[in-house]
C-alpha cells in the first residue's frame, strides 16, 4: 500500500498560480498511475487530472485543460500539479490518488489527507 502526503495549496488570487506536491513512500510508486482530485464543500468529489506509469500519457478534466499540468518525477516518489490562471471556482480541497489506468483513470483506495486551494475573486 503507497502512503501519499500532499503540499502546497493556500490562498490565492483569481488569475494566480499554486503548485501542489504530493509524497509517496513505499517501493511501488511507479507501478501505479497517479491522479489529483478535488472536492468543493457540497459536491462530489472530482477528477482533476492524471498521469500514466512512466510518465505516460496524461489526462485532465475538460475544466482544467490548458491551466494545469501535472507530472510525475519517480526517482523522488513525488507527483506535482502545477496550477495556473486560477479562478474562484477552482476552490476545493485538493487530494493525491494512485490508480491504474484501463480506458481512463481509475483511482485505488489510497489517498493523502488532502490540501485546501482557495481562490479569492
Known amino acids: 500500500q503507497v502512503q501519499l502526503v500532499e503540499s502546497g495549496g493556500g490562498l490565492v488570487q483569481a488569475g494566480g498560480s499554486l503548485r501542489l506536491s504530493c509524497a509517496a513512500s513505499?517501493?511501488?510508486?511507479?507501478?501505479?498511475?497517479m491522479g489529483w482530485f478535488r472536492q468543493a464543500p457540497g459536491k462530489e468529489r472530482e477528477f482533476v487530472a492524471g498521469?500514466?506509469?512512466?510518465?505516460?500519457?496524461?489526462y485532465y478534466a475538460d475544466s482544467v485543460k490548458g491551466r494545469f499540468t501535472i507530472s510525475r518525477d519517480d526517482a523522488k516518489n513525488t507527483v506535482t500539479l502545477q496550477m495556473n490562471s486560477l479562478k474562484p471556482e477552482d476552490t476545493a480541497v485538493y487530494y493525491c490518488?494512485?490508480?491504474?489506468?484501463?480506458?481512463?483513470?481509475?483511482?485505488?483506495?489510497?489517498w493523502g489527507q488532502g490540501t485546501q486551494v482557495t481562490v479569492s475573486s
Open positions: 490518488n494512485a490508480g491504474y489506468y484501463s480506458g481512463g483513470y481509475f483511482p485505488y483506495d489510497a
Open positions: 513505499g517501493r511501488t510508486f511507479s507501478s501505479y498511475a
Open positions: 498521469i500514466r506509469r512512466s510518465g505516460g500519457n496524461r
